[in-house]
C-alpha cells in the first residue's frame, strides 16, 4: 500500500468518502445524510468523524467498515474512524440533495422547519398529497414511521425528524 501523499488534502478526502452510502439507505451517502462530521489530518494519520441518527445505530459498523474499505482502496493506511455522539445527530444535518433523494426513492423526508409532526406538512413522496395517516410510529427502520397516503392510498417511510 501506499503511504498518504503530503498533499492529500481533507478536501479530498471528503471528495473520496462523499461517495460511501449509507446501508440502509443505499441512495444517500453519508454526507448526504449528515453523519460524515469531521476529517482531519494529524501526523499523516487521516482522522474521520462520524455520528449516529440515534445511539445504538446498527448501521455504524457497517458504515466504519464501508470508510475503512474506501480510504485502504485509495491507498490510505493510517487512519482512524471514530464514532462520536455529541453533539446529537439531526435531521438538519441532512443536505438539500439528500431530502431530495429521499423523496425520489419514496422516502419522505424530514420536515425541516419544524419536528412537530401535528401542524402537517409530511407529504406522500408518490403523489405529493399532504393528506397523509400515521400508520405506526416505527417503520422499516427505528428512524422512520409508517405513514399511509389517504389520497393515492400508498403507504410509505417517513424519515423522523430529529
Not at 439531526?90 to 433523494?101: A, I, L, Q, V, Y
Not at 406522500?124 to 392510498?153: D, H, W
Request: glycine share 6%; charged share 20%; proline share 6%.
Amino acid at each position: 500500500m501506499v503511504a498518504m501523499s503530503e498533499k492529500t488534502t481533507t478536501d479530498q478526502l471528503f471528495e473520496l468518502l462523499s461517495s460511501v452510502t449509507d446501508p440502509e439507505i443505499p441512495v444517500l451517502t453519508l454526507q448526504d445524510l449528515g453523519v460524515l462530521r469531521d476529517i482531519s489530518i494529524d501526523d499523516g494519520v487521516i482522522n474521520v468523524t462520524i455520528t449516529p441518527t440515534y445511539a445504538g445505530c446498527p448501521a455504524m459498523q457497517t458504515m466504519r467498515v464501508d470508510i475503512e474499505k474506501a480510504l485502504l482502496k485509495a491507498g490510505h493506511q493510517q487512519f482512524n474512524v471514530k464514532e462520536s455522539l455529541s453533539p446529537a445527530w439531526s435531521t438538519d444535518w441532512m443536505t438539500p440533495n439528500g431530502r431530495e433523494k429521499l423523496r425520489a426513492y419514496g422516502i419522505a423526508p424530514p420536515l425541516k422547519s419544524s419536528c412537530d409532526q401535528s401542524s402537517g406538512g409530511i407529504e406522500c413522496p408518490q403523489c405529493n398529497s399532504s393528506e397523509v395517516k400515521r400508520i405506526s410510529e416505527f417503520g422499516s427502520t427505528a428512524c422512520k414511521a409508517l405513514y399511509q397516503c389517504q389520497r393515492c392510498l400508498e403507504p410509505f417511510d417517513y424519515f423522523k425528524c430529529i
